[in-house]
């Protein structure tokens, strides 16, 4: 009985899938996959970091020269007065005033540059944070790869044995049930399920009289109106 073979057939071909999914869901895979993801990430962190660290870089150095600007302003200033004291008290007031405020906003710079130096230092020990941290990854995930590598080469070797043997059931198939069985299987898998006590196995949904006869009969194949699967009466 061609059902009989398919479902022998089915036998080798989900344990080839099975072990297809085994392979996919390996430890050292997942593992490597995290890994990549961590550098991904890391990667991107540098790249934000030294746009960080050059953007600081451009400020610092304007305003560092805004601040060597006004030192040299407040010693001509200095000069000029030595060289012509104010003929007035409320010159000199009012010279005293603007030497007052280009020293207030020479503080402020050098403040500004005091926080600037120390945000770049922490953007620096950061980077070289991320640097070491993802070596030691990119070291651990070389190692693994090679050890994953092997691995690998095995498996597929393994799958490719086994999808050999499912090739070599399948000639023992009618090329139309084995479409069947292949066209169902892409929404459904198990592609097919035991008749059992009524019921599709598959999906537990009891099978009217009429299509429990269709099937007793095994004129043609029967498919389980609810889920689709080839169903399949093993007999006593
Ligand atoms: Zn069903």
Known sequence: MQLDTLWQ????????DGFE??????????????????????????KKLENDVAVMQDRLEAVQDEA??????LASMAEEMDKNPPASAEDAQKQAESVQKLLETLQRYETELVKMRKD????????????????KTKMEFDQLKVEYDR??????????????????????????LLAKYRSIKQHCTPPMAKLVNGQCSGCFMSLPSATLLDIRNGD???????????????GE
């Open 9 to 16: 057939f089915m036998q080798v071909d989900m344990e080839a």
């Open 21 to 46: 999914h085994t392979m996919r869901q390996s430890a050292n895979r997942q593992k490597l996959i995290k890994q990549r993801d961590f550098l991904k990430d890391q990667q991107a962190n540098m």
């Open 68 to 73: 060597d600007r006004l030192e040299k302003l």
């Open 120 to 135: 770049a230092d922490t953007k620096d020990r950061q980077q070289k944070e991320i640097r070491v941290r993802a070596a």
């Open 151 to 176: 691995e690998f080469k095995a498996d597929t070797e393994k799958l490719q044995q086994m999808r050999n043997r499912t090739e070599q059931e399948a000639k023992n198939l009618d090329p139309k």
């Open 220 to 234: 043609r194949i029967v498919e389980c109106d609810n889920c689709g699967r080839i169903l399949y009466d093993p």
